[in-house]
């Protein structure tokens, strides 16, 4: 297990090309927040756009369109009920994130049926939150796309069946390798398990132990897989970059919180990236 | 009657251990905010959300759905009405709140009523506003659980019968006592009397003289002991902290506002814990 | 025709008494803001509150309560179509501010009219924006109470019959006699009749001509009313903080946005307080 | 091809003059903003607001009420399907911008056949984004006003026929001839074609290729339109104003967001206005 260093960030973040367009960084749809979990879904949201994704649409419950518009007029909406165009959104994605707050009753399961029966090959797929949880109760088949799951140590042993005492290095990557997915399971200490490799996130404070930490992760890994063309890389420097801004937040303060990791973004990323 | 000094907050606020999780630092439901009054929930919650509670459920009038999350992402909504839901979420929490716009009307005193028979030994109940009067106007019986009242010296007289003019120490530790709750009584100099303990706050300036105050107060008190295992100490830190952030406020301003206070937090809190 | 400088600001920004509550410093009901101009309610209610009003209700449409709330926690909110409700909220009042984005439509006049007939003369009301315009189109009686009409050039037009070419200092007092009322006659250099003298504000610069400025006035004015007791130098100081905040503000920008002066008042107020 | 430079800046952005009043600045009229695409309008409306336009109305999706005040106080809202007073706006405004978010569906193409019928020679129109798509799309002739088109590279090939790798100086300005308009061809270099010259824009950064970057522009576009009598050097600087905030930004930001642009506009124009 390879334990990362800050050389993950030049690595992955490279400086952008004068000539390109918002469609040269890539399109992100993320799908989530059911009505009680909005913020989820707008943290997720803010996270894929403040690193850098060209264009990000967010398809949720109605009922969070004021609030998303409000805090992230960049985020293009979907009703998450209008089926039709939650395939088309799903299938116009460079990057598709699909989970924070979206909730585990029937309307999401059919959501996340919906979403898995659409994306193919050429698409990356992240799968979170009550997502991974929906996968696990209903025994769903991940579809045969690149795949990122990010389930924290109690969505992991829901899907892996591994308790959490019991999850080792050895046995997580079983189960990842099993499910042919690129795995990052978060913890105090976080690990990711690639198709390739084993790594472990040196950084993380107890200052980001916080709701919405998770959902703001998720968003980052796909703003950052839209951007960057070695998807391992960009699941590691976003993993990174989230908690590495977190610890420098919390040298000034008890608690960080999700939304100031997202502001932090932009400058961050500027002073870290390639050469 | 003892004067709290700063030491109740490196004595309160522990160093977030390492290996830990959102769940360590505690979940709390907060229940309130009618369709007039959604801002002093939204204002609790944010205080709760800012002073490190783990996980933060907001319970309100579905009309404060919008702007809960455009203010605050980090707290789950739940539909006041919904009562099988509400039900759920404060026999969940580890920490419940409920009062800030609650209002006194019907719905009101049925919601309050419900939370009353859910609450059980385990779980610590803050009482303020509008249900400290509602408990008050319909004699309504305290649940046999761990209580803090957080009245204003009104709402303290219309629970203890106890005129402001009569408001003494003895006479308030006295009905403190027969309620036996850790009662916040709120004035320019609140004074905290806890099951062991009578506590005069020394901070305070009239530049907090402003609505919301108190909302943010019973928010921070939820946070505070949702995390703090002494409970008597988390009380006392979060009414020091409170005023000792707008006292610093003050000296620059006319008037605080409360979110400032909730945006204060953090670095409040991170300058202030123990070493 | 006196012309004011700031020693306005400390003859009427009282250093608070140190036991003081949220009472002692004012009750403000505002009512404006329909359907479409819900901002202008909005940037009046804020800098009530920011200037250090103790407590301050919003009435407008139902359409803006969430706007509201997501961009000022601190106020309070009601429907404008409950008309129980807000002959109550009017009624206690200390200060009542009408107009900011109220709009012309018979459905305003209704609530013109209900507001007048409710105030008393233990009350202030403010009357601005299309409020000002309703009373001339109407010709409407003012009611007999302690009255600060803020009118710009073309609304004084309307109401006082003096075109805006003819408004000299002589012809504005002697309407302002005759309407028995404070008038502000708010342009560049903003003029303010009150029942014992004429002044004129030497500040004001041009980067505040934009939309909202006279809403926040407003506001302002109904803050400063309700926590000085004496009213000629509460509208005075409100108007000369007002275009002293704006001129700051310019030094450094093209544009001064009204919100950009709300956030500035308490800083301001402070700094310029009664020693 | 003429290069702008900096120069641009203060030979159009004149000192206010002190003897003024909103009026002064102009109306602006935005016309976009569907339900999935709310942020877009509120994006270019802001930058209306924040360029230093008198008074800025937006006519949007009624859904869109909420999130337009809670980020844009400034701002009046009016309802896209309320055809009277659509028409009514726009027939009293010195700018319209039209196209932000409006989509390309039914409703859409009939609010942009509306606007057409509406203005008049005395008005200066801006057309963006979906609503270029929909003058391609449906061969619609457009008015016979003063017209500033303001197309990315794909809505210009849609618009004049001309393929991207096509779009050369020469052809770009005999198209913009024939279109009768001035045209802002947006790239990483971008292009204007106004009616008596062409002008290349030296400035850009690839930190602003993200979504809601040329709604912000085109509000901007309206905002100096509205404020500047040459309406050549009004196009100009709104284009090097904008490109030269994203480069400053840029300097510490890996990606500069729409929003930090319209932030910095105040700033920036005083420190670039005339002398």
Same mark, same amino acid.
């Given at each position: ?68 518009? /409000?805090? %992230? ?9 209008? #089926?039709? =165009?939650? @395939?088309?959104? +799903?299938? !116009? ?13 029937? /309307?999401? %399961? ?9 994306? #193919?090959? =050429?698409? @990356?797929?992240? +799968?979170? !939150? ?13 579809? /045969? ?35 042919? /997915? ?94």
């Amino acid at each position: 297990m390879e334990t990362l260093t800050a050389a993950i960030l030049p690595q992955t973040i490279r400086q952008r090309p004068a000539n390109s367009h918002k469609g040269t960084y890539g399109r992100v749809t993320l799908v989530g927040g059911n009505r009680n979990f909005g913020g989820a879904i707008l943290m997720a949201s803010a996270a894929a756009v403040y690193a850098g994704a060209g264009l990000v649409t967010t398809i949720t419950d109605a009922s969070n369109q004021s609030s998303l518009h /409000a805090r %992230l007029p960049e985020a293009m909406f979907a009703d998450m009920r209008q #089926t039709t =165009q939650l @395939t088309d959104l +799903v299938a !116009g994605a460079d990057v598709v994130v699909i989970g924070p707050g979206l909730g585990t009753d029937d /309307a999401a %399961l059919a959501t996340l049926q919906q979403v898995f029966q659409t994306v #193919t090959a =050429q698409q @990356t797929l992240v +799968v979170d !939150g009550s997502a991974i949880t929906l996968v696990a109760q209903h025994h769903l088949t991940l579809p /045969a796309v690149p795949l990122v799951l990010t389930p924290h140590q109690m969505e992991w042993q829901r899907l892996s069946g591994i308790a959490i005492a019991d999850q080792t290095p050895e046995r997580n990557r079983a189960a990842a390798n099993q499910l042919n /997915a690129t795995v990052v399971v978060k913890s105090h200490r976080t690990q990711i398990y690639t198709p390739t490799g084993s790594f472990q996130n040196p950084l993380g404070t107890p200052a980001q132990a916080t709701g919405g930490m998770g959902d703001t992760l998720a968003g980052m890994v796909g703003g950052f897989l839209a951007q960057f063309s070695d998807h391992q890389d960009a699941v590691l420097a976003a993993v990174y970059t989230h908690s590495a801004i977190a610890e420098a937040l919390a040298a000034s303060q008890y608690v960080v919180l999700p939304h100031q990791i997202i502001d932090a973004l932009p400058q961050y990323m500027h002073d870290h990236q390639a050469h």
